[in-house]
């Protein structure tokens, strides 16, 4: 018998891709859930529940119906500056809910693997991020996190953290793009975009983070994993990646500096993460950014 898998946050642009690669393995029996009703039935070997986490009536139902073996979460409320004038509402779905649902995965014996954010970081590093780097958030966004994978470590015995950056890749119809899809749309339509020179992170293809967590589901032991790119560099120096696979018009790139960016929502200057454990102990082999950029946009 198969494990049967529960993808919270199913509809977003990460769990989307993570629900339709675990479903494509005949020894899952994947189900979907998220808030909105908005992935059409049939549309991949899965089953779909509409159900809104937050609600614990709905959570327990959800468990109840899916007996899961693996809950794996890609919920979150993971836009910066919403988070930081928006605290109740980042709360509730980043820190409470998953309060709930290692709770519950605990009580009914299932993995919980949860995903996070390289901006746990305080981002004063001049080098890269390992999971033993003493977390400390400067921002509101990361503070929720990080209290949501403490939460996870303290009420779940058989759990997974997964940090994962700047995730990219090919969105769905009806799903938000990310930074290099905005970067080549921009472009394309000979517009210019301003983008930060002075903040590095480890940008991810979406596919990977899918592959870091199909290994994570079999490990036996629990912990934080570094789920990234190996490529550490600033935002604009992403977005000259594009320009450049793409063939597009640099001189359209306008690099600015965190100040200049006037920013209301600090942001950390470096949050590049290592992945020299998950390499070491899962085998994940991620992309480059530029292998990542030629899957994304088919070339």
């Not at 977003?12 to 020894?27: A, I, W």
């Not at 305080?122 to 990080?146: F, M």
């Not at 940090?163 to 905005?182: C, E, K, M, S």
Request: aromatic share 8%; glycine share 8%.
């Amino acid at each position: 018998m198969g494990k049967r898998i529960l993808v919270v946050g199913a509809n977003g642009f990460t769990g989307r891709r993570v629900l339709n690669d675990l479903s494509r393995n005949d020894e899952y029996t994947v189900t979907g859930c998220s808030l909105h009703d908005d992935i059409a039935p049939g549309s991949g070997n899965y089953h779909f529940i509409s159900a809104d986490i937050c609600q614990m009536g709905e959570q327990a139902a959800l468990f109840r119906e899916v007996r899961p073996n693996v809950v794996i979460n890609a919920s979150a409320l993971s836009v910066p500056d919403y988070c930081e004038t928006h605290r109740e509402e980042a709360e509730i779905i980043n820190i409470t809910a998953v309060g709930q649902l290692a709770f519950r995965c605990e009580v009914s014996g299932a993995r919980l693997i949860h995903l996070s954010t390289d901006f746990v970081f305080s981002g004063d590093s001049g080098r890269l991020y390992t999971e033993e780097d003493a977390p400390a958030p400067v921002n509101y966004y990361g503070v929720t996190k990080l209290k949501g994978e403490k939460r996870v470590a303290e009420l779940c015995t058989n759990y997974a953290i997964a940090r994962v950056a700047v995730v990219y890749g090919t969105a769905l119809p009806g799903q938000h793009g990310n930074i290099l899809q905005l970067v080549a749309d921009r472009l394309r339509n000979n517009e210019e975009i301003r983008v930060v020179s002075d903040q590095w992170r480890t940008p991810t293809y979406v596919g990977d983070v899918s592959q870091g967590i199909e290994k994570l589901i079999g490990l036996p032991t629990s912990g934080i994993y570094h789920i990234c790119g190996s490529d550490c560099l600033t935002i604009a120096d992403i977005a000259y990646r594009v320009a450049d696979t793409l063939n597009l018009d640099y001189s359209l790139i306008l690099p600015v500096t965190t100040k200049q960016m006037e920013e209301k929502t600090p942001r950390p200057r470096f949050s590049g993460m290592s992945i020299e454990k998950a390499r070491n102990e899962l085998g994940y082999q991620p992309h480059t950014l530029e292998e990542g950029i030629k899957l994304m946009f088919n070339i």
